[in-house]
């Protein structure tokens, strides 16, 4: 089987998250069924190209791909209407596990679009919130107009404890501001050795984060990173996502901190 196939799959649904972000919700094909969270698709346009997109959210019946519209191959799939078909491949890297949270204090901590690859494990523990001691997201956006999943903030809001900022004050904005690194430094410990946190953004936001974290007392095996590097093939051949010896599409593309801060070239 060459592992470079791609299959089509139908464009059930179009969600404008913002001007540049839409989410795509995908049928699940029988190609694509063993999809978890974290993971990526290589998601393709004929004569355009091929990209690595998370995935946001799945359930029996279709997969979300939240996108923004950044080069060449994202402008194409912008094009692409309720019908149409996207050509992917995967799903590939490994995933954030439930299970391996189960009855920790769990911080989530974002920015940007980084609230994209683990908003399953939010609508997860929304659900499950017995499963666990305690969670809070932290979640960290440019200004109110780049505000990702904003219904599943509403919802979320009703039984999780949420802390949505902008990183500058606007005209009719009364929630918080600033960089997520400041909130970072507030979390309530009441347990280190039960503490897990996940951390999903920008290089700039995970390193400084990560210093807070740390200067907390909070383990690196207890930190658990995600990110993409120049990722292109998927499957660990071309390279360009090699670090050393690691390559983040297929050793990763999560990591814990004691992994992730050496990954650096």
Partial sequence: MNPYMTYPARIKDIIKQTDIDYTFVIEKIKEIEDVKCGQFLQVSIPRHGEVPISVSDYNDVGIELTIRKVGLVTDAIFEKKV???????????????????????????????????????????????????????????????????????????????????????????NLNTGFVTEYACDIQITDIDNMAVIMVGPPPMLRF???????????????????????????????????????????????TYDKAVKLID
């Fill in 83 to 173: 019908g149409d078909d996207l050509h992917i491949r995967g799903p590939y890297g490994n995933y954030f596990d439930p299970e391996d949270y189960y009855g920790k204090d769990l911080v989530m901590i974002t920015g940007g679009t980084g609230l994209a690859p683990v908003k399953y494990i939010v609508n997860y523990f929304h659900e499950n919130l017995d499963k666990l001691n305690s969670f809070k997201l932290i979640s960290g956006f440019k200004s109110s107009k780049d505000i990702l999943f904003k219904d599943e903030f509403k919802k979320w809001e009703e039984n999780l404890d949420i802390c949505l900022t902008i990183d500058e004050p606007e005209e009719g904005w």
């Fill in 209 to 255: 984060t990560g210093k807070e974290l740390l200067d907390l007392g909070i383990p690196e095996d207890q930190i658990w990173v995600s990110f993409e590097r120049r990722m292109s093939c998927g499957i660990g051949k071309c390279g360009h996502c090699k670090i050393d010896n690691t390559y983040v599409c297929s050793d990763g593309p999560i990591f």
